[in-house]
C-alpha cells in the first residue's frame, strides 16, 4: 500500500513571494504518478502540476515546479510569485500505473496555504 | 468537453435516513468513476471506483454503497445514516487509458444530524 505524508498543516506567505510545500511518500511501486491538487475554498478540486516517475526532468507550469527526488521519494512544489488566488489547501497525490483500468489516488492530509499583502 | 455534474450540492439529514447522491459525466463515454470522502481538515479518500456498468469495487468497508445503473451515472447510497458518514463527498472520473488522470466534481457538502 502507498502512502503519502505532508507534513505542513498550514503555511503563509506574502504576495509575489515563494513558498514550498513538503510532499514524501512511501512505495515499493517504480511506476507511478504523483500529483498536487489545489483546492480552493469552492472545495472545487483543479490539478496543479503532474509528475510521471520515469521522468527524471521536474515537471512545470507556469509559476508552479516541482522538485521530484526518486530515491529520496520526495516530492515538493514551489510556487513563485504567490498571488492572493493561489491561496488553498493543497493535496499531494500518488497514483499507480496502471494498464488500462481504474487507477486509484492516495492523498496526503493536505497543506492550507495562505497568502498574504 | 466533458463535464462532470454532482446533486446536490448541500445535504442536511438526520440520523437512520437513507442518502442518495448522485454523479453524472457529460461528453465521454465508458469513463471510470470514483466516490471521495473528505471528512473535516482531512485528504481525500477513496470510497468505491466503477470501470463499467454494474461493476463496483469498495475501498473501504462502510455504511454506504455505490451503484452505477447508467454508463456516465454513479450514486452513492446508503439506507440508514450515521453521524461519522457526514463529509465532503467528491465524485471523479477518468478515462480508461493508462494514463489516468482524474477530473473532480464540484462535491455534496453531507451533514449528518
Known amino acids: 500500500a502507498q502512502t503519502v505524508t505532508q507534513s505542513q498543516p498550514e503555511m503563509s506567505v506574502q504576495e509575489a513571494e515563494t513558498v514550498t510545500l513538503s510532499c514524501t511518500y512511501d512505495t515499493s511501486e517504480n511506476n507511478y504518478y504523483l500529483f498536487w491538487y489545489k483546492q480552493p475554498p469552492s472545495r472545487q478540486m483543479i490539478l496543479v502540476i503532474r509528475?510521471?516517475?520515469?521522468?527524471?526532468q521536474n515537471a512545470t507550469e507556469n509559476r508552479f515546479s516541482v522538485n521530484f527526488q526518486k530515491a529520496a521519494k520526495s516530492f515538493s512544489l514551489k510556487i513563485s510569485d504567490s498571488q492572493l488566488g493561489d491561496t488553498a489547501m493543497y493535496f499531494c497525490a500518488f497514483m499507480k500505473r496502471n494498464t488500462g483500468t481504474a487507477s486509484k489516488l492516495t492523498f496526503g492530509t493536505g497543506t492550507r496555504l495562505q497568502v498574504t499583502l | 468537453s466533458q463535464t462532470i455534474h454532482q446533486w446536490p450540492a448541500t445535504l442536511v439529514q438526520p440520523v437512520g435516513s437513507p442518502l442518495s447522491l448522485e454523479c453524472t459525466v457529460e461528453g465521454t463515454s465508458n469513463p471510470n468513476l470514483y466516490w471521495y470522502r473528505q471528512a473535516a481538515g482531512r485528504g481525500l479518500q477513496l470510497l468505491f471506483y466503477s470501470v463499467g456498468i454494474g461493476q463496483i469495487s469498495s475501498e473501504v468497508p462502510q455504511n454506504l454503497s455505490a451503484s452505477r445503473p447508467q454508463d456516465r451515472q454513479f450514486i452513492l447510497s446508503s439506507k440508514k445514516l450515521l453521524l461519522s458518514d457526514s463529509g465532503f463527498y467528491l465524485c471523479?472520473?477518468?478515462?480508461?487509458?493508462?494514463?489516468?488522470?482524474?477530473?473532480f466534481g464540484p462535491g455534496t457538502r453531507l451533514t449528518v444530524l
Open positions: 509528475q510521471e516517475a520515469y521522468k527524471q
Open positions: 471523479a472520473w477518468s478515462r480508461g487509458y493508462t494514463y489516468n488522470e482524474q477530473f
